[in-house]
């Protein structure tokens, strides 16, 4: 068998898709950097090349077969580089199928799961290398009880992490291939998620998002167990206690969005009044083809639900454009419902048919691409200006900003909603808690500045200090 070279050392991973793919490819770059590999700068300068693929709409899976063509080019070139497949497109199931379309391809890996690559590396013999070992010895020395490692570019420059909390998704959607490609749920059991939480903050992570293809599900898998809202309470127990700032999660369901986890939000200082809750469309029939459980009355009257329980909360939403038979009339029942509740971010996508899913065998693709493109403008259109009128409300308005990283000559950061704000400072402000004065704002993001330090609260002083 081949055996790595001892300065193949570096690895470089693209990244297509959603935030679990995100929490993923993290948790690769930890397992290789144990292994005493280092990010690469750019994809010439790798030894070991990942794309971590997402296939929930035609055009995110042909942006991951593109990359694997450009990376068999260079596997032509340079035929002792390393290239995985990983995530979504590799699914759960057999991938002899891909092997046969891609040769080239060393490791699959399935979706979160980064140990096929980690087998690999260890029987091609890269753990031969003493410096590469020395390297990984001290690593693990300095950070021996840590679950997961941060790559060693983001350990002390990481503001957010995410942490998954139940892989895999039972619910399916008509459309959605989710179930198909990641399995079943999965929940991850309250110890292993806290000490995740509490590595993330040994390593100066402040903000934790909490992830689930359905996250308030979290725990239906598991007989008598905990769910969403107990989780969130021990989370911000430890969290709080290491460092944590802030704690969000997603991406939530309508039917399991009780009055018990939104008393949770509203209860725990440090969970953010941020709720992402799809809707997908505004027609009773649409909902009903899409298998999603609920009514667009029943979705209005959680929306008053959330906003009566967390003040000044941000609500945002997932739309599908053009499914299977929607007519222009039930169309514009989605666009009245989004004009009606005015949320605060609108994810729009065309529908694209998803191989396996129940509309795709089932459901004639029968609105035309054109169509669906002016559907997709027109709630676009109707989402910035919606955007604009409502952070409009922040204009003259002090709000404490969770600074990420600089940006240009300005520091970008969030507020506890999670919208965008930028402002100029010339002290270091990452990962510090800093209050700010919004001058503009726009649908996308604001501006604003720095009041007096004198002005600043206490709790604020105190943090800038420590």
Known sequence: MKRVSTQQNRYFIWTLGCQMNLADSQRLASELEKLGLQAAESPRDADVLVVN????????????????????????????????????????????????????????????????????????????????????????????????????????????????????????????????????????????IVAEVRSLARQGVKEVTLLGQIVDRYGKDIPDGPDLADLLRIVHEVGTAEGILRIRFLTSHPNWMTDKLLDA?????????????????????????????????????????????????????DIIVGFPSETEAQFMQTYQLLEDLRLDKVHIAKYSPRPQTLSERTMPDDVPEAEKERRRQLLDEQH?????????????????????????????????????????????????????EITWTGPWSMQGRLPSAAAQPDSLQAEAIQ
């Not at 709720?275 to 209005?300: C, F, H, N, S, W």
């Open 53 to 192: 693929t997402c296939v929930v709409r035609q055009g995110a899976e042909e942006k991951g077969v593109q990359r694997l063509h450009a990376l068999h080019k260079l596997k032509r070139q340079q035929p002792e580089k390393i290239i995985g497949l990983m995530g979504c497109m590799v699914g759960v199931r057999d991938p002899l199928p891909l092997r046969k379309r891609f040769p080239f391809v060393d490791v699959f890996m399935a979706p979160s799961d980064p140990q096929p690559m980690v087998t690999f590396l260890k029987e091609r013999g890269i753990e031969d290398s003493r410096a590469i070992e020395a390297e990984a010895r001290a690593l693990q020395d300095a950070l021996q009880d840590e679950l997961l490692i941060l790559p060693a570019h983001e350990r002390g420059n990481l503001v957010a992490a995410h942490v998954p909390i139940v892989y895999g998704c039972s619910h399916a959607c008509s459309f959605c291939i989710i179930p198909f490609r990641r399995g079943v749920e999965r929940s991850r059991s309250v110890g292993e």
């Open 265 to 317: 939000v509203a209860e725990l200082p440090a969970v953010m009044p941020h709720i992402e809750v799809p809707v997908q469309a505004g027609d009773d029939e649409i909902l009903r083809r899409m298998k999603r459980g609920y009514t667009q009355a029943q979705y209005r009257a959680l929306i008053e639900r959330i906003r009566a329980r967390i003040p000044e909360v941000a609500i945002n939403t």
């Open 384 to 436: 910035a200006r919606i955007s604009a009128e409502r952070n409009a409300q922040w204009l003259g308005r002090r709000v404490e900003v969770l600074v990420e990283a600089a940006q240009g000559d300005k520091w970008r950061g969030r507020t506890p909603q999670n919208k965008l704000v930028f402002f100029a400072d010339e002290q270091d402000r990452r990962g510090q808690l800093v209050e700010v």
